[in-house]
């Protein structure tokens, strides 16, 4: 088999490296996130292997650019202009998952809804409601305590024990009803218990007379997880062992159409 001329054109001078500059930053700012949002050099550094010029030279753009802000304390905290681009998302990931949400509420009869997990808290981005007279609703947009919530523990059952108490420690565990779980060796066992099943439950720990069931979207570009909710004489252990397979085969299928998104025009 004879071989063909290549007819790639020749790349612009520096255009490597300006894609690996990008790279570079995007990795930064993930790697400020996974921090809590604000970090020194010398931590970016260690945490990248990148030399502390490059960081500088880095942070530096970002920081004119309105994605990293410098303290008073010289650290670096992520900047204002994310919460635009975070929002923008949050709705299109959650405009995307609306018709595997109306799936679930055709299949289990119960309001479906989409979470993610926005530093401490949980922030509800999609919900497609149930066509029950007596049915769960809750606010797109709203923000809870991850303790309280199906989807606090199916966001948080493969997060390292150590950074789950720390965040325990941060936002409280106050008790929304006397079911709330308000000790992290307690919340620590459900999220044990949530590995084992492959699910999460809120059995009227955030609103007394409603049970949630909720699975993590495997492999999600954010941590992201998906529930149905209902009056808790309907969503029964019984009910549950139907429901929970349903949940996992939607979830599964959402996570491929985000991954194929993802690489589309790539």
């Known amino acids: 088999m004879s071989s063909s001329p290549t007819t790639d054109a020749p790349k612009p001078a ?31 550094s260690a945490s990248s292997g990148l030399p ?33 681009l975070g929002e923008s998302s949050a709705r299109l990931l959650g405009t995307w998952a609306r018709p595997y949400l109306a799936r679930l509420v055709e299949e289990t009869g119960e ?32 923000r809870v305590l991850p303790h309280s919530t199906g989807v606090g523990k199916a966001l948080l059952a493969h997060t390292p024990p150590e950074e789950v108490r720390a965040l325990l420690a941060r936002t409280g565990m106050p008790a929304a009803t006397e079911k709330t779980i308000t000790t992290p060796d307690a919340f620590l066992d459900a999220l044990d218990l949530v590995r084992r099943t492959g699910y999460a439950v809120d059995d009227n720990e955030q609103e007394i007379g409603v049970r949630c069931l909720a699975v993590p979207v495997p492999d999600s570009p954010t941590a992201a997880a998906v529930s149905i909710s209902g009056p808790a004489g309907r969503v029964t252990e019984e009910a549950t062992e139907r429901i929970v397979p349903v949940l996992k085969g939607i979830a599964a299928e959402l996570s491929q159409a985000l991954a194929s998104s993802g690489q589309q025009g790539g």
């Open 111 to 142: 309001t479906a809804n989409m979470a993610l997990l926005d530093g401490d808290e949980i922030v509800y981005v999609a919900q497609v409601p149930s066509k029950h007279s007596m049915r769960m609703f809750t606010e797109v947009g709203r």
């Open 52 to 84: 502390l010029p490059t960081i500088h030279r880095l942070m530096r753009t970002l920081v004119v650019c309105g994605y990293v802000r410098q303290q008073p304390n010289r650290r670096y905290a992520l900047g204002p202009r994310l919460i635009r």
């Open 14 to 44: 520096g255009a490597s490296g300006g894609v690996q500059s990008l790279e570079r930053a995007f990795d930064l700012l993930e790697r400020m996130a996974d921090a809590g949002g604000e970090v020194g050099l010398s931590e970016l």
